[in-house]
């Protein structure tokens, strides 16, 4: 049963638009939330995180919001930008932990 | 700064034939991974090592052996190789702890495909 799940494997957004990805955890010990960002043929990038102890991280046009009772997040990018499309995954660990849990990935498309 | 480089970028192999992945990060960072990417199911760790001479199993560990002989080097070995490991490998490094600073770095990825 995943741990991390990223129940939406595409979304399609204009250019310019906000595009919001989901992620939902089902481990209540998870304190610790980060982003990549994957191109083709590359590894995944980190992009922005988020500690239990906030409910919100804001870098330039990333955004991440964490709703615990929900054990929901969610990354949005304003305004998006073509050069956004790419494979986007949440990843959880525990105890500030290195072991990482990483969803299954969303793949964003901005369309221009 | 090369950051994490992985040899080779691809391979091909018949079942039951073994190889040595290599994984080099020049950050100094004491921790490093392996991982595999299969279509569906993100990133799942297969080893990790929180230093030189240790070694540990993640997730997926059956069928893998891995060594960190020297702090920069982190190797994967599949002995006898199946069908099923037919999949992108990453490798990753990062930094010991401290809230903030374990952000893994990843290298380019492995692509492994056993025929």
């Known amino acids: 049963d995943q741990q991390v799940k990223q129940n939406s494997p595409s979304l399609s957004v204009q250019e310019g638009r906000i595009s919001i990805l989901n992620c939902d955890y089902t481990n209540s010990m998870f304190d610790y939330f980060l982003w990549y960002k994957k191109y083709p043929a590359e590894g995944p990038t980190f992009l922005i995180s988020i500690s239990s102890i906030k409910d919100k991280n804001e870098d330039g046009r990333f955004t991440v919001f964490l709703n615990k009772s929900a054990k929901h997040l969610s990354l949005h990018i304003v305004p998006s930008q073509p050069g956004d499309s790419a494979v986007y995954f949440c990843a959880a660990s525990h105890n500030y932990g290195q072991n990482f849990v990483f969803g299954p990935g969303t793949r964003l498309s901005v369309l221009p | 700064n090369a950051g994490v480089t992985q040899t080779p970028k691809f391979r091909v192999l018949k079942t039951g034939q073994s190889m040595t992945l290599l994984c080099a990060q020049d950050?100094?960072?004491?921790?490093m991974y392996w991982y595999r990417q299969d279509p569906g199911m993100g990133l799942r760790l297969i080893h990790y090592s929180v230093g030189e001479g240790t070694t540990a199993k993640g997730e997926v560990p059956d069928g893998y052996n891995v060594s960190r002989l020297k702090k920069q080097n982190f190797l994967l070995g599949l002995e006898s190789a199946a069908p099923s490991q037919t999949s992108v490998y990453f490798c990753?490094?990062?930094?010991?702890?401290?809230?903030?600073?374990?952000?893994?770095?990843f290298g380019p990825g492995t692509r492994l495909t056993v025929l």
């Open positions: 950050m100094n960072h004491e921790y």
């Open positions: 990753a490094s990062s930094w010991t702890s401290g809230r903030g600073r374990n952000t893994q770095y």
